[in-house]
């Protein structure tokens, strides 16, 4: 009997070894990165955002333009009530002149889409949590526009010119934005139409699109 259990033994071994050795997947990689994230604008308007890091998360948010006469700055982990991984495969800043900045990121362990609309104040800051990146590769967007829903809604917007279009859902969906796929199955977005497949609570499939010009 005792030469019977020494090979059951050393297999439970084996097995526990290789289960404890499996991590969790992540929207994208989550090694610690220590590099601030920098964007510069045109050299028209001089516009530049750096985000600093501490302790492997986004930390300080700084943003400003060739003629303003300081920067401002957010603390991002307070603005979102939440930290957040970040990577350069999953985050792109686009500035509209002196209007506006549009900072798009996906967290890279929940894997939650953020969209910020800032304005060169640091209290000019519209956040939407339910952004649908392109930085996933279930949505094919066109690079000069970003998404975002409410849950019964989906909005686009062009960050060049500022123009915007909506399409409604016809109902409200339930989503967890960090499991965004059991709601969201594909997304489709150019400057001429909007395509977007839901899946309702009992799981089934619910094609949309909708005409638009931006």
Same mark, same amino acid.
């Given at each position: 009997?005792?030469?019977?259990?020494?090979?059951?033994?050393?297999?439970? &071994?084996?097995?526990?070894?290789?289960?404890?050795?499996?991590?969790?997947?992540?929207?994208?990689?989550?090694?610690?990165?220590?590099?601030?994230? +920098?964007?510069?604008?045109?050299?028209?308007?001089?516009?530049?955002?750096? $985000?600093?890091? @501490?302790?492997?998360?986004?930390?300080?948010?700084?943003?400003? *333009?060739?003629?303003?006469?300081?920067?401002?700055?957010?603390?991002?982990?307070?603005?979102?009530?939440?930290?957040? !991984? &970040?990577?350069?495969?999953? $985050?792109?800043?686009?500035?509209?002149?002196?209007?506006?900045?549009?900072?798009?990121? /996906?967290?890279?362990?929940?894997?939650?889409?953020?969209?910020?609309?800032?304005?060169?104040? @640091? =209290?000019?800051? &519209? @956040?939407?949590?339910?952004?649908?990146?392109?930085?996933?590769? !279930?949505?094919?967007?066109?690079? +000069?526009?970003?998404?975002?829903?409410?849950?019964?809604?989906?909005?686009?917007? /062009?960050?060049? =010119?500022?123009?915007?279009?909506?399409?409604?859902?016809? !109902?409200?969906?339930?989503?967890?934005?960090?499991?965004? *796929?059991?709601?969201?199955?594909?997304? /489709? %977005?150019? !400057?001429?139409? %909007?395509?977007?497949?839901?899946?309702?609570?009992?799981? =089934?499939? %619910?094609?949309?699109?909708?005409?638009?010009?931006?």
């Amino acid at each position: 009997m005792k030469i019977l259990l020494l090979p059951v033994l050393s297999i439970v &071994l084996f097995a526990s070894c290789n289960n404890s050795s499996k991590t969790a997947k992540t929207f994208c990689d989550t090694n610690c990165n220590s590099t601030s994230f +920098d964007f510069k604008g045109t050299p028209e308007f001089g516009q530049s955002l750096s $985000i600093s890091v @501490k302790n492997c998360t986004a930390d300080t948010v700084t943003w400003t *333009h060739g003629k303003a006469a300081t920067s401002s700055q957010v603390q991002l982990s307070d603005f979102l009530n939440q930290p957040v !991984k &970040l990577n350069k495969s999953a $985050i792109s800043c686009a500035f509209q002149d002196t209007s506006f900045i549009w900072l798009a990121f /996906n967290d890279c362990v929940t894997g939650r889409g953020y969209l910020l609309k800032m304005t060169y104040k @640091k =209290t000019g800051i &519209l @956040k939407m949590t339910g952004a649908l990146n392109a930085f996933d590769p !279930k949505f094919s967007i066109d690079p +000069d526009l970003r998404a975002y829903t409410d849950r019964g809604n989906i909005y686009v917007v /062009n960050v060049n =010119t500022g123009k915007q279009a909506q399409m409604t859902f016809k !109902k409200e969906y339930e989503m967890d934005f960090n499991n965004v *796929h059991k709601a969201i199955d594909t997304l /489709n %977005v150019s !400057k001429q139409r %909007v395509y977007i497949k839901l899946i309702d609570k009992n799981g =089934t499939e %619910v094609p949309l699109e909708k005409k638009i010009e931006l």
